[in-house]
């Protein structure tokens, strides 16, 4: 049975009656390999993973806080939409697009995903569980296709001789023993350079708060009250049963949306005492915010990018942007750009081809700015060119043109060759 068979199979055999000792060894393996489908191994891992705020963090409860699933989305959906091509080595910056990798990184990397489903895939992956995993196929030594595998199901083992090998287990069983060349690793932060380590475990603790906090709110919600104020009777009065049912049935005309900022009778002299915000309320409030911040910072997004209102929408923001793709995508682009050198190009290949992401519309500034950057370039103010204008169609996405093949020659000289030409 070939790999792209063993991962497409839907039925299996059922297994033969096993001893006691035999079902043990296999529920061993099946802890070690990752199979989460055991109540009793689920319920371990579910107490293992226990903050200190009580809350039990897992990549599903992590991303139901809205911090956590904005930063997540975020970095992986930048580095799903941006282009990412493989290009024949040399000054030229020529597109491989005869190489079947070129197909496979841009456009269509298996049956059932596009290149964009299929990279914010595995940098969720990557981002959440710390690696991302995808079975490669093969047509000689040039690979034609990318099977991504769930890292929860995988088990990284190096052996004495450095060797490393992948076990990874099948959703109806098995154990698929894979090499390192039949793999494509992406790994994230490590610490001892075989496998990344998980931001969502990384950030456990500030996680957990936020989701105590979420959880407190939803339970006042709930079953808290929800009150504006109170009415008072002056002293040694007391209210008769006829104003009570005539000021119950005031109060309930007011419900609702549709009858806010309206009038009410108040009975016998009742006073209206409205209830201020306490010091408690703004605590949790500021905690909440805080935790947004602890969040933003595990996972390298600028506040501003998780929609908290904390900065003006100006000048500003472009910085802070660029910011983001220099010190928070541009590490992931060495880290795709690199692992797809090192596990899926041969190393004749590696010579002759390289991938590239290419991030410019991620820095481009406004028009403004890029009209000035242009103009410069194109010696515009009498100055030495040194960019081309296909490459500036290039780069706004727009045709080349057959009657722009020369560079823009800068004012002062075009005046001085005209007056050549006329004499």
């Known amino acids: 049975m070939g790999l792209l068979s063993w991962f497409r199979r839907e039925d299996a055999t059922p297994a033969p009656a096993q001893p006691a000792a035999a079902r043990v060894q296999a529920m061993n393996e099946s802890m070690l390999i990752g199979d989460l489908t055991d109540p009793y191994l689920s319920e371990f891992l579910r107490a293992g993973m226990a903050s200190a705020s009580g809350a039990v963090v897992t990549p599903e409860s992590a991303l139901k806080n809205t911090a956590v699933f904005r930063c997540v989305s ?40 596009t290149a964009f489903e299929f990279r914010q895939l595995m ?20 690979v034609i296709a990318l099977l991504p595998m769930d890292p929860r199901r995988m088990l990284v ?52 708060i936020a989701l105590q906090a979420e959880r407190a709110a939803a339970r006042l919600f709930q ?4 009150v504006g104020g109170a009415l008072q009777m002056p002293q040694n009065k007391k209210l008769s049963n006829e104003a009570y ?103 004749r290949e590696q010579d002759e081809f390289y ?21 410069r370039g194109l010696s515009v103010n009498n100055q030495q060119p040194w960019l081309h204008v296909d490459e500036v169609r290039d780069w706004m996405d727009l045709p080349l043109r057959d009657d722009l093949a020369q560079p823009v020659k800068s004012a002062a000289k075009e005046t001085t060759d005209d007056a050549a030409r006329r004499a």
């Not at 992986?76 to 000054?91: F, T, V």
């Not at 060349?181 to 001892?192: A, C, I, K, Q, S």
């Not at 005492?273 to 010091?279: L, Q, S």
């Not at 991938?355 to 103009?375: C, H, P, V, Y």
């Open 74 to 113: 975020l970095l992986s959906y930048a580095m799903a939409m941006l282009p990412l091509h493989l290009y024949r080595q040399g000054e030229a910056r020529e597109k491989a697009t005869d190489h079947p990798l070129f197909r496979v990184l841009h456009r269509k990397p298996n049956g059932w995903q």
């Open 123 to 142: 940098q969720s992956w990557a981002l959440i569980h710390g690696n991302a995993y995808a079975a490669k196929v093969r047509r000689g030594d040039q």
């Open 157 to 208: 083992e190096q052996r004495d001789d450095l060797t490393v090998r992948y076990k990874f287990s099948g959703k109806t069983g098995g154990v698929r023993d894979l090499a390192a060349d039949e793999v494509f690793h992406l790994r994230g932060f490590t610490l001892d350079g075989l496998c990344g380590r998980s931001l969502v475990r990384q950030a456990a603790e500030a996680i957990g």
């Open 223 to 226: 079953k808290g009250m929800l």
């Open 245 to 347: 049912d005539r000021l119950v049935a005031s109060m309930s005309d007011h419900q609702g949306a549709e009858n806010s900022n309206g009038w009410m009778i108040l009975e016998e002299g009742l006073e209206a005492k409205p209830f201020e915000a306490t010091a408690k309320d703004s605590q949790h409030l500021e905690m909440r915010g805080h935790q947004v911040e602890e969040i933003s910072r595990v996972f390298g997004v600028p506040r501003p990018l998780l929609m908290v209102n904390d900065t003006s929408w100006g000048t500003g923001i472009d910085v802070l942007g660029q910011l983001f793709v220099r010190y928070g995508l541009s590490p992931w682009f060495e880290a795709w750009e690199q692992a797809i050198s090192r596990c899926l190009l041969s190393d």
């Open 355 to 375: 991938a590239k992401f290419n991030a410019a519309a991620l820095l481009r500034g406004s028009m403004k700015d890029q009209a000035e950057f242009f103009s």
